[in-house]
């Protein structure tokens, strides 16, 4: 990035703090108590943030002196040379150093007497006491643990802080856990490497140096360097040397020998060695831990470190994690790592509540969320929250740009380093927006890269701290902020890949998914193909101009082989179905098309010629209609359905009233009362319903036949109630009140009986069956009284006018036919359905018949005529496309094309 994000300091005052509290070997805490004031205060000081008056500055001196902090000999000029420091640097100038004050203040110590009391103090105190201000209890230490060596000289050089160039130290917020766990690794366990890994801005170095200033005073040594300009190891390792050395080592030529020399320093003495910024050594764009030309020293010194037996602690911070650290970390080993996550939403509130900010709470955790709780972005996003929005947090994030002053460029920073195809992968992520698990990842790299490539990406990328992987299972996800800056980065991408003309990222990746969750699918559509047709539109002046590019898109492409077309095709067809709100017309013949959804939108005279379909998601056939009855004055019609529904529709504007789920499998028969004031139904499950026209509540249910139920018939006043059924029966029941009481049992027909009819009186019914015959009956005794022929098959469905003086049937030829009661005489033959008919009805004065077909349609007819009136049926969505020789569909979706109007011309 070239430049720190952090604000500028000075770190004079705070460097000669952190030495002489050092020297003191106290806390923080312990310092902060003496002095009277609060541990972050002292904090602040140390950290360049904030300078002590000239009161507390007096205090602190006392205490230094007091602790024996200063060089004997050189007490006061230490002293003034910090008072003077403090004056130069704080926003206000000090008084002059007050040397009679100091004088009064100087006693007779013994040096080592307060060292030896220091040393108990230190050794009293466990480790994970120093988390947590205000903590002070007495424990011993561990059996394994050593007391620092604090005999040879407790006085510089011994006590040595190189901090190298100024760094800059930020508040740490809501991380007194993690600082716990680095104290017990650090100070506990002694711990030879621990590395710091995660997100830029997430809080590593503050962490680092939160730690530092805490354990500082269990070190004889602390060597601190920022590796953001990326120093080769010599020279650091030099510095190194000196500074443990206390400027006694010679130094020798070689890597290798001044890593041996390091490391014989480093037991001898308890040192504490930061390298920050430990990304800088290693190689961009290549895979996570690859180290630059020249850089791979630094992995070696980290082995050495890891496995060499010493009294010290290298602590590193880093972006990536180093590939030696692997084999070498463990619960229980002496090389550890800790992986910094996003803030929690109470430690993102302590982060922005200075900043003047304004919101509920759901805008607070909104914001908190999006940028992953991470402290740097949080606090970078917080100024033109102030300065643009006046604070509101709801209006930036309804209009706000989630990356701009410096938010973009930390991401892009991390993001910059990852190889070609980890940035695919990240973009398949993006689009996902959604846990993706593994095998669907490795399947959408297919064709660009094998699995073991695939495999050693997400690896790799996950070295980098920049997906998450499930819990307990393999699919993996973005951070909410990464998850948005690359969503934003593909859809500028293919903006500028379209208007350039070389739309690469159009053929490899699916920018909508049709066969994703229905709610991925629309935010894929929103935020991704919503706002790139926005960019396109101005780009090429008008909708019209894009579209006819997007055309020529799909015309370029239709020669090339079905491999080379990637996910283009589905990419446009998704772009044009959003930008024109239809694809009538179309002509998509002879295109590999991948994750296209051709769901709810006309396709009509659009063509699939030859082409190929996959992934692709089309609209479903009208669950076809295998019943039909209609009210005594052709007002109202009720359905069954092939899902086990019974529909009730008004008929004069289509509109359906109501729908009840009535049966576990197929409804084979429904019968509507004349007065439209109850409802029959009869299904595969051999169970008879009966419903209330007016709402759909259930009334009754009739049990009896012994397979399932084929049809069923209603008398005008709804008091009796017909069923026929695969057991070959014909059955009335008593629906008086819905008490469903049987009341006769007929037969006569050789096979199943599909339909049955009653007329409004209830005194004459008909059935057909799978012999072809149309039989009627007089209902009060049985008796057979007529059987009619004429179709060329089975009968599915008959029906009677309420004076019974009219028959309808129709059958598996797809004819309806209109009889003659009294005399059996065929009136009238219906064509017009191109399937099977398994639903007749008539009117109670016999002039509208109504038949519903496996064709997806309902048909009204004029009885007298012949005349279809009216046809109720799914939108034709798919009316005259041509799909001849498309491949790639099952047989059920050639068959949904069919049934929603496609048409395929037969092979010469």
């Known amino acids: 990035m070239g430049t720190s994000l952090y604000q500028d300091r000075k770190y004079e005052v705070g460097q000669r703090l952190l030495t002489l509290r050092a020297r003191t070997r106290l806390t923080q805490t312990d310092l902060a108590g003496l002095i009277g004031v609060n541990r972050r205060s002292i904090h602040n000081w140390e950290a360049g943030a904030a300078y002590p008056k000239e009161d507390r500055l007096q205090r602190l001196i006392a205490v230094f002196l007091e602790h024996s902090a200063f060089i004997p000999g050189r007490e006061r000029e230490e002293a003034e040379e910090l008072w003077e420091q403090v004056s130069q640097d704080a926003p206000r100038p000090l008084p002059l150093f007050d040397v009679s004050w100091f004088e009064q203040l100087r006693l007779p110590v013994e040096p080592l007497a307060a060292i030896s009391q220091i040393e108990t103090e230190i050794l009293d105190t466990p480790p994970s006491s120093m988390a947590t201000a205000g903590s002070s209890q007495s424990q011993r230490p561990s059996a394994h643990q050593e007391p620092p060596a604090l005999g040879r000289a407790f006085y510089l050089p011994s006590a040595v802080l190189d901090w190298g160039e100024a760094i800059d130290v930020p508040t740490l917020y809501g991380r007194d856990t993690e600082l716990a766990t ?9 711990c030879r490497v621990v590395a710091l890994l995660g997100l830029g801005g997430i809080g590593k170095t503050s962490l680092a140096l939160t730690l530092v200033h805490a354990v500082a005073s269990h070190f004889e040594a602390v060597f601190f360097r ?106 229980r080993s002496p090389v550890r790592t800790l992986v910094l996550r996003g803030l929690d939403e109470s430690a993102c509130y302590a982060v922005l509540e200075d900043h003047e900010l304004s919101g509920v709470e759901a805008d607070w955790a909104t914001l908190a969320h999006l940028y992953g709780g991470n402290p740097l972005a949080l606090k970078l996003v917080s100024e033109p929250i102030r300065e643009i929005f ?80 499930a819990e307990g299972r393999p699919a993996f996800t973005l951070q909410p902020v990464i998850l948005e800056y690359m969503t934003d980065q593909l859809v500028e991408a293919v903006h500028h890949e379209l208007v350039a003309g070389q739309p690469k990222l159009l053929r490899s990746h699916a920018l909508v998914q049709a066969t994703a969750k229905e709610y991925v699918r629309h935010s894929q559509e929103r935020l991704i193909a919503r706002p790139l047709l926005e960019r396109l539109v101005g780009a090429y002046s008008d909708a019209d101009a894009l579209e006819r590019r997007l055309l020529m898109l799909l015309a370029s492409w239709r020669e090339q082989p079905h491999s080379e ?60 209609p295998s019943s039909v009855a209609l009210s005594g004055d052709g007002a ?67 049990q009896g036949h012994t397979g399932g139920i084929r049809g069923v018939a209603l008398s005008a006043d709804g008091h009796f109630v017909a ?186």
Not at 588 to 615: G, M, P, S, W
């Open 390 to 469: 006046g604070g509101d947090i709801a209006a930036f994030l309804q209009k706000g740009d989630a990356f701009f002053n410096g938010v973009g460029q930390l991401l892009e920073a991390q993001l910059a380093r990852s190889t070609p195809l980890e940035q695919a992968l990240l973009l398949w992520l993006a689009i996902a927006r959604d846990l993706t698990p593994l095998d669907t990842l490795l399947a959408d790299l297919a064709g660009t890269a094998g699995q073991r490539e695939g495999l050693q990406a997400l690896e790799s990328l996950r070295r980098r701290y920049l997906i998450e992987r």
């Open 723 to 908: 069923s026929s059924s695969f057991d070959g029966t014909v059955r009335l029941w008593d629906a008086n009140a819905g008490s469903g009481r049987p009341l006769a049992t007929l037969q006569g027909h050789t096979g199943v009986v599909w339909g049955v009819a009653l007329s409004a009186d209830g005194h004459l019914m008909a059935s057909g069956g799978d012999d072809g015959m149309v039989k009627l009956w007089e209902a009060s005794s049985g008796r057979l009284l007529a059987s009619l022929s004429g179709h060329t098959g089975v009968i599915g469905r008959v029906a009677l006018s309420a004076d019974g003086h009219l028959v309808a049937s129709g059958g598996d030829d797809g004819i309806v036919k209109l009889w003659e009661a009294s005399s059996g005489r065929l009136l009238a033959t219906l064509s017009g359905h191109t399937g099977v008919v398994w639903g007749v009805a008539l009117s109670s004065d016999g002039r509208l018949v109504a038949s519903g077909s496996f064709d997806g349609t309902v048909r009204l007819w004029e009885a007298k005529s012949g005349a279809c009136l009216r046809t109720l049926r799914a939108e034709r969505r798919y009316e005259r496309m041509d799909i001849s020789g498309l491949l790639g569909i099952t047989a059920a979706q050639r068959a949904s094309f069919i049934a929603l109007g496609a048409v395929e011309q037969p092979l010469e």
């Open 565 to 624: 077309q990637g996910y283009g095709p589905g990419n446009v067809i998704n772009l044009l179905r959003l930008l024109r709100g239809h694809l009538r017309g179309l002509d998509l013949a002879h295109l590999a098309i991948r994750q296209a959804y051709l769901a709810e939108v006309d396709a009509q005279d659009a063509r699939l010629v030859d082409a190929y379909l996959a992934d692709t998601v089309l609209a479903e056939a009208f669950h076809f």
């Open 226 to 331: 920022s590796l953001r300009n990326a120093p080769l190891l010599s020279p650091v390792l030099d510095d190194l040397i000196r500074a443990v050395s206390g400027q006694q080592a010679t130094l020798p030529d070689t890597v290798p020998d001044k890593i041996a020399l390091l490391v014989e320093w480093l037991r001898q003495r308890r040192c504490l060695l930061i390298l920050d910024n430990l990304e800088t050594t290693m190689q961009a764009r290549m895979r996570a831990g690859d180290y630059r030309a020249n850089y791979a020293d630094y992995g070696r010194l980290i082995q050495r470190l890891g496995e060499s037996a010493h009294q010290s602690c290298l602590l590193l911070t880093s972006r990536e994690k180093p590939m030696e650290l692997g084999p070498l970390e463990g619960r």
């Open 182 to 190: 680095l104290q017990e690794w650090v100070l506990a366990d002694r």
């Open 636 to 702: 109202l019609l009720v359905a069954g359905t092939s899902t086990g529904q019974v529909w009730l529709w008004r008929v004069a504007d289509r509109t359906p009233l109501w729908a009840v789920q009535g049966h576990t499998g197929a409804i084979r028969g429904v019968a509507l009362s004349a007065d439209g004031r109850l409802v029959a139904s009869g299904g595969g499950d051999g169970m008879v319903r009966l419903w209330e026209a007016g709402t759909g509540w259930p009334v009754a249910t009739l």
